[in-house]
Structure formats: C-alpha cells, structure tokens
C-alpha cells in the first residue's frame, strides 16, 4: 500500500465563485481540503489557485497563487485549458514525492480507495506499456460512446492519480497555442463535416496523448477507424484505470453528477504480445 506521505495532492482551481464560473458551490474549497486531511492524513496538500481570493479557512501545506491567465479564447480549446494547464503545472513543479493526486478544488474526497485500486493493477498484464505505472481517472464525463459512435481521446479531466512523472506526461502540456498540435488540431475541427465537433475532454486527450501515442488528428467526435479504436483501447488496457466515483473515493459537485450508461472498459490479460482482451464492467457517461 502507497503511504500518504508519499503523496502530493494538488487542488487547483478557484476557491470562490467568479463570473465566468457560477456553479462553483460555496464553501466547497474548504470541504474538499479538509477532504484530503481527513482520508489522507499526512500527505502533502498544494493548493494551486488565483491571487485576490479570501483564503480564510482553507487547510494546505503549499499555497500557489498566480494571475489569472483568463479564458481561452480559441474557438476549438475549451474555455479554462490554459487556466487548468498553468495551475497543475505550476502545481506538479512543486511536488516532491513520487505519487500525485490531481484534484479539482470543486470536487472532493469520499474515501481512499484510489490507492488500492492503482497498487493492484499498476504494473500487472501490460504488455505495451507507455506510463511507468496505471493511472487511476475518474468514470464520470469519461466516454466510450457518443450517439451510438465509439469515441476515442474522451476521458475525464476531475480526478488522476498516479506516479508523478505518469501525470506530468499527462498534464505537463503549454498553454493550448503553444501545443506543437493546437493549429492542426484548430484546421481540423474548423472543416465542416456535417458530425458534431470534438467535446472538451477530447481535446483534451488530443493535446497530452498526441505526445505518447502516434495517430491522426481528429476532424470530428466521431473521427476514428475501427484501428485507430483498436489502438485507443489497447492504450487504455495498458496504462489506465478507469472507475466509478464511488469506487475510487471521489464527492461529485452536483452539477457534474450526469445519468450514465453500463459500459464496460478492458483490461489485457496473457503473458505475449498477442494478449487478449477482456472486458469488465464499470459505469460510464
């Protein structure tokens, strides 16, 4: 079992209500931090937010506060990347012990289940690994279908938690203009193709995976072949675990508790390269 003191949980976000995000519930800040301290005792708390904000209350080992840089202006970049990028990466500099825990400050901890959870299947059956070890991410708003489509890229931004050089690979990136993808990815999804434009979590998986994984920039949501899913999958079996909120031991903000559908995600299984697929139900968006 993953000690507390070795890990660093970065909450970033805002801790107050401001114009452009009226659904961040009062007093949640608090309750997440407190959160932390009481399911992970010891572990080390850096909250990452803006400068100006009443901080009174609020329990955390390491305070980063910073200008905000505002929101993204890009039509195809969701509105807060560059909000989310700046504060996570100045929030993973800071972090020192080999095990991080990307925490939303609207969002909080139920239990700690996530760490069980990330031991027991962080190395095990990966024949093509690309993440040192399986990184634990959040079920909720992460999709394996849309419209009846398989959608590839769309996983959840709420919750990872894993080595910390795994989620600095994932959440390392630049500002969105300065992601060597965004123009291809903003020439791409500005075509009219008639399919429903790339949701946020998809762009999102673009930017980080583009770096680990060699595949095509998607024109649309539904923008993917049958190898292309194939290869989206045996990622996912290799290096992530995907599960409910429940299990990992994560409080939702009620706006974001959306109606899920039975999915199942993979896991690979065999001892070669030729490994096969099994499939084991969890919930999904």
């Not at 996570?88 to 289940?113: E, F, I, M, V």
């Not at 959040?138 to 398989?150: C, I, V």
């Not at 429940?246 to 959306?258: E, H, Q, V």
């Not at 039975?262 to 490994?275: D, Q, W, Y």
């Amino acid at each position: 079992m993953i000690e507390n003191e070795n890990i660093t949980v970065i909450v970033h976000g805002p801790v107050q209500n401001y114009k452009e995000r009226v659904h961040h519930e009062k007093g949640i800040t608090e309750r997440c931090l407190n959160s932390v301290r009481q399911h992970l005792p010891g572990s080390t708390i850096i909250l990452s937010t803006w400068t100006n904000q009443d901080l009174a209350h609020l329990d955390y080992d390491v305070l980063i506060e910073e200008q905000d840089v505002g929101p993204n202006k890009d039509t195809v970049a969701p509105t807060n990347y560059n909000r989310q990028m700046h504060l996570l990466n100045k929030g993973l500099r800071k972090t020192t012990t080999p095990y991080a825990l990307k925490l939303r400050s609207d969002n909080y901890l139920t239990g700690d289940q996530f760490k069980a959870l990330q031991q027991q299947f962080a190395s095990t059956n990966r024949p093509s690994p690309i993440l040192d070890e399986r990184v634990v991410i959040n079920a909720n708003l992460s999709r394996r279908t849309s419209n009846g489509f398989k959608v590839i890229y769309s996983l959840s931004d709420f919750f990872y938690f894993g080595r910390t050089d795994d989620l600095i690979k994932i959440w390392g990136n630049p500002s969105f203009r300065h992601n060597p993808i965004s123009s291809f990815l903003s020439q791409k999804a500005n075509n009219e193709t008639g399919y429903p434009s790339l949701e946020a979590e998809q762009i999102y998986g673009h930017l980080w995976i583009s770096r680990l994984l060699d595949m095509p920039i998607m024109k649309h949501r539904f923008d993917a072949s049958k190898a292309q899913i194939q290869q989206w999958e045996v990622f996912l079996a290799n290096n992530i675990v995907i599960a409910e909120p429940n299990d990992i031991g994560l409080g939702l903000r009620k706006i974001s508790i959306r109606k899920k559908e039975l999915m199942s995600t993979v896991l690979l299984t065999g001892k070669s390269s030729t490994a096969s697929i099994v499939t084991q139900s969890h919930q999904y968006l």
